[in-house]
């Protein structure tokens, strides 16, 4: 199995290259050369099996031997030995075809613990193997750092750096960081805003020069490696819920697309899935692109479910990509004008996409009613990205005798504010985490310059 870039210009590479390089060296993602399939007894056989058993199974024909079998079972029951539910990803029904697939069980109450519990561990070994140590640099506008930091916690070979604004992340977001002691843990509060922040991380991946020959390596979900993993919980629910003899569809709350992105992997693997529904916040280039053919960028909006605030939607190229027929010249042109001015996608490759994809876009007064109506009908209290996909669902449900499973991206702990001012008191902190406000903490303020933050790294690194 090699890896290609959706532009076509990329060296193919190998998928230990893969999950250390990040971007392609012609601005692509890289995808699978091709797609591996499960047969209708590979998925029969796997009912009944561990979440970390079918994981293996998943996710095996991607890592094409690189890791041997028995150091990556390994890797994959450690990686989620750490998540707080026996199912990793438990199936909540809702009423009597529609389920919530439960993505929040792991360190930071979000499914990003799902992509990064695996990668930071894959990456170590990688670097082990090696005999070299890399650094990780990261921006969060406070959401995402967490489950970055939380994955590479325990990686002796890397140390990881994330950049958050001073005094503009959340009590909670920030402590998710900022008390993890691990000696290769270090959080930066930067005297400036997310795109101060985010822009000297950019710069330092443009020139890594003063690094001096340090790999530096990207976690954002642009990586293979999450989206592999992410591929798992597709497989897993749909066989929970009687696949390969039954069909499923799937409603995901939306941004960089990584998550629908895993979810459509699985479906070209051989899972049987009706639909995807892509439920989007109000940035809704998702659903102007595949509702209108509006494929154009439009201004930040800050809603009720930050995680989704998003301009542009970084994995989207690599379902383009699928779409165009995998002609990398023709993703490439057309992205260049995306980034000139409002453009479109032509009507074959939309017509394509549609035949699997439906979609709906949420505000934020929708969503304060989706929570209170959802708690009415399903006792549930639902974080406020899940809320978008509890609507989407219903929305754009199609045949209803096929389960809908919504895909609940983050505990509603995690996002109190949407809970309260939906009415609710709040929602407590599980058991693991309660006393967060009590522990130790540790970060280092800096000014919002590249040369301070850069002598940082420096001068911290191991
Ligand atoms: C990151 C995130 C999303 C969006 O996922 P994408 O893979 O970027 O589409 C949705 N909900 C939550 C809670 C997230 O953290």
Redesign the pocket.
Known sequence: MRYISTRGQAPALSFEEVVLTGMASDGGLYVPETVPQLSHDDLAEMAGLSYAEIAFRVMKPFVNGEIDDETFRGIVKEAYATFSHDAVVPLNQLDANHFLLEL?HGPTL???DVALQLLGRILDHFLQKRGERAVIMGATSG??GS?AIEGCRHCDNLDIFILHPHNRVSEVQRRQMTTVLADNVFNVAIEGNFDDAQAMVKASFADQSFLNGTRLVAVN?INWA?IMA?IVYYVASAVALGAPQRRVSFC???????????GYMAYRMGLPVERFVIATNANDILHRTLAANDFSKQELKATL?P??D?VV???FERLLFEAYERDGAAVAALLERFQAEPTALADAPLAKLRERFASHSVDDATILEVIREAHHRTQEIL?P??ATGYRAAERERGDEAVPMIT?A??HPA??AEAVVKAGFPGVPLPPHMDDLLEREERYSVLPAELSAVQQFVVENRR
Not at 252 to 262: K, T
């Open positions: 929040f979000a499914f990003k959401d995402t489950a979900s999450r992410q995901v709350p939306s941004a960089n697309f990584g998550n629908v992105f895993a479910a995680s989704m998003i939607s970084s994995n974080d990205h899940t895909l991206t983050a995690k996002f």
